[in-house]
């Protein structure tokens, strides 16, 4: 699996948006590009994924460059509760690869401001 | 449903003593995974499964055991725990159709 770099912490300002940036510059073909996150010691918690295309869900959104050497995850509008630790992680999801192995990095703590 | 389950919630030990983490899940999920996470880092994989009977070594493996009897139970076991694995413990699982993984709360182990 690719390896991925993410900057240590961010801070962003609640009612704003939280872009947080993961380079992954050698990304594979056929490896997908998840975020997951983890509250205060939760278990981490999915939020997207995706492969080429941007995606957009209920939580966030996933733009991915055209070269896939980087990706950013948007939330729209934070919150306090967004506070927590974000993984980004690349990986082959496909057949006998979609296992759930995940190799988490150190990821970003994202710190929401009032 | 309750999802992934973990006991217990805490746990202390002796060096050298034995104990087993249970993990759970009431999703039909055929693949389950342990891993730990010490302080300020990311999660490591220790073992996996594909489905019942089939496991397999993660990224740290060493001083763990574990068995998949059935669908929904993936106990993890310390032999004979060390210091070392002082951490806290999460079980995941999925299902092969979907790509989300489905974490428990965790355990978190002190060995002393």
């Known amino acids: 699996d690719a390896k991925t770099t993410q900057p240590p912490s961010m801070d962003c300002a609640e009612g704003r948006a939280a872009n947080l940036p993961c380079n992954h510059s050698?990304?594979?073909?056929?490896?997908?590009v998840y975020w997951y996150r983890q509250i205060h010691s939760q278990g981490p918690q999915y939020i997207i994924h995706g492969l080429k295309n941007n995606e957009t869900n209920e939580m966030a959104s996933l733009i991915i460059t055209e070269d896939r050497k980087s990706s950013t995850l948007i939330l729209p509008h934070a919150t306090l509760r967004d506070t927590a630790v974000y993984y980004c992680i690349v990986r082959v999801i496909h057949g006998s690869s979609n296992t759930g192995k995940l190799i988490f990095g150190q990821g970003t703590t994202l710190q929401v401001k009032p | 449903n309750a999802g992934v389950t973990q006991t217990p919630k805490f746990q202390v030990l002796k060096t050298g003593q034995s104990m087993t983490l249970q993990c759970a899940q009431d999703?039909?999920?055929?693949?389950m995974s342990w891993y730990r996470q010490d302080p300020g880092m990311g999660l490591r994989l220790i073992h996996y499964?594909?489905?019942?009977?089939?496991?397999d070594q993660g990224e740290v493996p060493n001083g763990y055991n574990v068995s998949r009897s059935t669908t929904e139970d993936f106990p993890l076991r310390l032999l004979s725990a060390a210091p070392s694995q002082t951490s806290v413990y999460f079980c995941a699982s999925k299902s092969p159709q979907v790509n989300e993984q489905y974490f428990g709360p965790g355990t978190r182990l002190t060995v002393t």
């Open positions: 050698t990304i594979s073909g056929n490896e997908y």
């Open positions: 499964s594909v489905g019942a009977g089939i496991t």
């Open positions: 999703m039909n999920h055929e693949y």
